[in-house]
């Protein structure tokens, strides 16, 4: 490998997240050492050091993808874009025998198609390198050694390079899902959301593959998201170092902490609960997390205390439901079968929530996906309301 070229001591970096997860990614920036943190729009900025890159896209659980601003400009015309990619001394990154790609974000009036605006970038890359070398990369959109983020807003271009590679949700445990699975990075943002941190018992009654178990439990233990990722793109970087990346890999397994709380996940599909398993398995959380076959809407509480339930009921969008039935049903199992609970659940179904007949304590607007929706909460108290709070007084 080349010797460090292109990372200075301290730099800028752009940590891109799901819609409604700014706050929450920008508390972890700051808890992990991170400086100068700015929340934006989707994404947070903030400042660090090479160290620190790999820390955040080992440890960020809402973060999407890592990136790292090289150039900006203004472009009004297509051959100032080109002229503006071209400023770039493209050989600092990558070697023409080499392979990139190029990923466009584009929100303008001057640029309206983001595949043209990567190929008019890829072709000023190009050009510059077979004129300095006689010799061009290619592109490898699958597997390539440097990955390019160009952001357009109106007239301002911002070109990055992208240190993850890979989305950030693909931590490397799930290998078998199921119809209409939760994105890793959302089932960590929701659980963060919900203010559950293992202090008290948890469970997921409609589990699936288990993807929001996962999450709580390294939660809980404190386990960095992307400990078993092995691949990230800044490890084709030519100032890509394994001894500090091993140090950073160290410091963050000795900070996981015991778990002192159930984790129970629950399924009526013995198959499901196979794709669960073996996923909690993968991601070597055997110890932290129980399964059991069962149907929540016959099931009741079995811990002593409060518990923390969050899930993610079908939308009768991919799996079909009849939906007041359904989101009847939960209501009434909480009520009837879960006192001293607090459940959570999240759905884009927005009306279907009218049919639960509880009423919410909390709204947080999220995306899931491409779908608009919302994380709810029902308290579920011992006995009722009022007798809880004369109890208080």
Known sequence: MHALRFMATHFKMIAKTIFGFEDLLADELKQLGAVNVEKGKRMVRFEGDLGFMYKANLACRTAIRIIKPIHEFEAFTEKQLYEGIRKTDWSNYIHPSETLAIDTTVSSEYFTHSLYVAQKAKDAIVDQLRDKFNERPSVDIKNPDLRIDIHIHEHRVSVALDSS????????????????????????????????????????????????????????????????RSDFAFMKWRDWDPSLFETIRHSLEKKTRDVHCSILGMDKDPDVLAKARENIRKAGLENYIRLSEGDFFTSTKQNQGPLHILFNPPYDERISIDTEHFYAAIGSTLKKNYPGTNAWIITANLDALKFVGLKTSRRIEVANGQLDARLVKYEMYEGTKRTKFKGQE
């Open 165 to 228: 590679g890979e989305s950030l949700h693909k931590r490397g445990y799930r290998t078998v899902t199921n119809t209409a699975p939760i994105n890793e990075v959302l089932a960590a943002g929701l659980v963060l959301l919900s203010g559950w941190d293992g202090g008290c018992d948890f469970l997921d009654p409609m589990c699936g593959s288990g993807t929001i178990l996962i999450e709580a439990a390294m939660i809980a233990a404190n386990i960095a998201p992307n400990m078993i």
